[in-house]
């Protein structure tokens, strides 16, 4: 159990076009999703939370007009990375919280963003 | 602020040896959980074992257990009879009790298992 999905797995964009990206949990329902940056050889930065129904608390330092969250059922959140440039070239993974029957938070596979 | 670190940036173990990974944290509360993961080359995250702060004993998961040291603010891995398979980076990671389930990730440790 406890299976969180991304997708997609990997999507190139040209610069300055928006990019949405999924994160479903499938077997449970998820109050509260995190969102989660990851730079090559480095540690996971929480970036964001998404509380379904409404709006996300975004961490000190993150834009919330450039990576929009949605978080409109209880088990789909979006990110969605608008006017992307290169800079924001990333792993980008989600984490969603389990109540029961275990309170813990189960990851996606990531989402590789390449920004050409 | 609560801080994760990890000083080891990264270990080797023969195979079937044992390997310790060390992790120290900093937080005023009293009511927190420590968590091992491992991402292997794949990037999935995956839960290694957890450790709630009120308990004394020491967490284990089958060749996996740690050392926490709760004064000293000290949460180890080890890994007994390693196997090819563990190979991965490993991080340490600390969350508040309550309802706040923010993570705070150490630094990692990426762990490489010789043949």
């Known amino acids: 159990g406890a299976v969180v999905s991304q997708h997609p797995s990997r999507v190139i964009c040209k610069s300055g076009t928006s990019v949405k990206i999924e994160c479903r949990s499938l077997d449970f329902q998820a109050t509260t999703m995190f969102w989660y940056r990851q730079f090559p050889k480095q540690s996971l930065m929480l970036m964001a939370t998404s509380n379904e129904g409404s709006k996300a608390t975004y961490e000190q330092g993150v834009e919330k007009d450039k990576f929009l969250i949605n978080h409109a059922s209880l088990t789909l959140s979006t990110l969605t990375v608008t006017s992307a440039h290169p800079e924001d070239s990333s792993f980008y993974i989600c984490?969603?919280?389990?109540?029961?029957?275990?309170?813990?938070?189960?990851f996606g596979p990531g989402t590789r963003l390449t920004v050409t | 602020a609560q801080t994760v670190t990890q000083s080891q940036p990264e270990m080797s173990v023969q195979e079937a040896e044992t390997v310790t990974l060390s992790c120290t944290y900093d937080t005023s509360e009293s009511d927190y959980y420590l968590f091992w993961y491992k991402q292997p080359p794949s990037r999935q995250m995956i839960l290694v074992i957890r450790q709630e702060a009120y308990k004394q004993q020491n967490a284990t998961e089958n060749r996996f257990s740690v050392n926490f040291q709760k004064a000293a603010k000290s949460f180890s891995l080890k890994i007994s009879d390693s196997q090819l398979g563990d190979a991965a980076m490993y991080f340490c990671?600390?969350?508040?009790?309550?309802?706040?389930?923010?993570?705070?990730f150490g630094k990692g440790t990426l762990l490489t298992v010789n043949p």
């Open positions: 990671a600390y969350r508040r009790g309550g309802s706040n389930y923010k993570l705070t």
């Open positions: 984490s969603a919280r389990q109540l029961h029957p275990v309170s813990e938070q189960y």
